[in-house]
């Protein structure tokens, strides 16, 4: 379930409703200290849905792969948007 903002953002960033869902399926998710959940591809991520969808079908979404949503723990969308820097993980 997305929030009103995350549908807008998503329209304004150009992030297809598909990649929500296969950050859903395959994304890692972390914590990001603030009560929230952000869910991003990394390369597991990624070599799951190859394994699950075929690498050419794959290869065809990387332009999507640096997309990341953040989430509350209850699994409703706050907002999606592009990594612009690398997720550092504690």
Same mark, same amino acid.
């Given at each position: 379930?997305?929030?009103? /903002?995350?549908?807008?953002?998503?329209?304004?960033?150009?992030?297809?409703?598909?990649?929500?869902?296969?950050?859903?399926?395959?994304?890692?998710?972390? /914590?990001?200290?603030?009560?929230?959940?952000?869910?991003?591809?990394?390369?597991?991520?990624?070599?799951?849905?190859?394994?699950?969808?075929?690498?050419?079908?794959?290869?065809?979404?990387?332009?999507?792969?640096?997309?990341?949503?953040?989430?509350?723990?209850?699994?409703?969308?706050?907002?999606?948007? /592009?990594?612009?820097?690398?997720?550092?993980?504690?």
């Amino acid at each position: 379930m997305n929030t009103k /903002h995350a549908e807008i953002r998503a329209a304004q960033r150009g992030i297809p409703p598909m990649i929500d869902q296969l950050l859903d399926l395959y994304g890692q998710e972390q /914590h990001d200290g603030r009560g929230n959940v952000v869910v991003y591809m990394n390369k597991r991520s990624i070599r799951c849905m190859q394994r699950d969808l075929g690498c050419r079908p794959v290869s065809r979404l990387a332009e999507w792969f640096n997309a990341y949503k953040v989430k509350t723990t209850d699994g409703r969308t706050i907002t999606v948007g /592009h990594r612009t820097q690398r997720v550092w993980r504690k």
